[in-house]
């Protein structure tokens, strides 16, 4: 099965990079949102990306304008699938919503097209469920910022051929990225590591141990970690994080993985990070800086 054309769900963050490496390899590429707003956002985000590779002269501007002609915008799910042989999910990280969508592209799709969802911890299995064709889900996690990480996790459901795995390989080849497959179990291989460090920043720091400054900075300079915990925190979305700790704790059932209450505390609250302007730093200045409120 040869794809030429994929359907990419959401144009955040995620969304507006996967879109942007799928159309720099040379698929046609659907990007659909319910938001019309969020949807000139992500071309404008990819054209400021590709901008930024014409610069660096990774591309030429003739190039630039071919990844960009190649992409299509669309508010119509229906519309947005037609001819698509791959559609990639990468709605917010709610359970309920992405079972939706998939229910709803089940109904619409024909049966021999490929269903991908970008969730960074959700049962690809559980997903699956909401369609009549399991064996044709698949779980590709894409790390941000997208056009930049080499990584996709490449998650195979309970049901996933290999068939389907083997064309999803391939596809990643296309793009440039190193695929590497796991099995489906809660956060994965990425998450499951990273979220319990970053868990454990956020304890260090209730507890007092240390100060933002000094948590982050002994990962960076002791332990060559580019970005520190609490800064990747922001950087994900405490939200973000949130979510996929309570996947964590809720599907492996260990203690271990039980959100700590500052990061409960600070989302309630709306501090949610670089999304937000505020989280463990505050991005209001353009030069963070350490939050007062900590």
Do not use: W
Not at 57 to 76: G, N, P, Q, Y
Not at 99 to 110: G, N, V
Not at 114 to 127: D, K, L, Q
Not at 155 to 182: F, H, P, Q, W
């Amino acid at each position: 099965m040869e794809i030429t054309k994929v359907t990419v769900i959401g144009a955040g963050t995620m969304g507006n990079g996967i879109a942007h490496v799928f159309a720099q390899a040379g698929y046609s590429v659907s990007l659909a949102d319910i938001d019309q707003n969020a949807l000139d956002r992500a071309v404008k985000t990819i054209e400021s990306n590709l901008d930024r590779m014409v610069r660096k002269e990774k591309i030429t501007e003739e190039t630039k304008v071919r990844i960009l002609k190649r992409i299509t915008t669309l508010t119509s799910l229906e519309n947005a699938i037609k001819d698509s042989g791959l559609v990639v999910e990468a709605a917010t990280e709610n359970r309920e919503l992405k079972r939706k969508i998939f229910q709803q592209l089940d109904t619409l799709c024909p049966p021999d097209v490929i269903f991908a969802t970008n969730t960074s911890s959700i049962s690809i299995t559980e997903i699956a469920s909401a369609t009549k064709r399991s064996a044709h889900v698949i779980g590709m996690h894409f790390m941000n910022p997208v056009p930049v990480m080499k990584l996709v996790e490449i998650i195979r459901g309970y049901d996933t051929s290999d068939e389907v795995t083997e064309i999803i390989l391939n596809v990643c080849k296309k793009l440039d990225k190193t695929a590497l497959v796991v099995n489906d179990y809660p956060g994965f291989v990425a998450n499951r590591i990273l979220m319990p460090m970053v868990n454990e920043a956020i304890i260090t720091l209730h507890e007092g141990v240390a100060g933002v400054y000094e948590i982050d900075n002994i990962m960076k300079l002791g332990m060559a970690h580019p970005m520190g915990p609490l800064e990747l925190a922001d950087f994900i979305g405490l939200d973000v994080c949130l979510a996929i700790l309570r996947v964590l704790h809720e599907g492996l059932g260990n203690p271990k993985y039980a959100p700590c209450p500052l990061l409960v505390n600070m989302v309630n609250a709306g501090k949610l990070g670089r999304k937000s302007g505020e989280g463990f730093y505050s991005y209001t200045s353009g030069t963070p800086v350490v939050s007062t409120s900590l």
